[in-house]
């Protein structure tokens, strides 16, 4: 039941994706494009870019911090040979 509840929804969206992809483009192609809609989309890509890269270099310092943390709260058993 639940599984073709998920599947209508799906569909539903598909559709509507699908109706506005035709209505935004029509509508593209008969207003003129603004002046400075090329420097906001160049800075708005920037900008994700640069939060995405700031996100993964955080998570990437932190497993960097734990692996060393754990490497050296290991007991040393015995010397390798």
Known sequence: MAAAHLG???????????VFL???????RLLPTPQRLPLAVALTGT???FVWHAKIAA???LCRHC???SHTALPRTAEPF
């Open 8 to 18: 209508g929804v799906a569909a539903t969206t598909a559709l509507l994706g699908a």
């Open 22 to 28: 035709a209505v935004t483009d029509a509508l593209a």
């Open 47 to 49: 900008t994700a870019a």
């Open 59 to 61: 998570s990437a310092g």
């Open 67 to 69: 692996a060393r943390l």
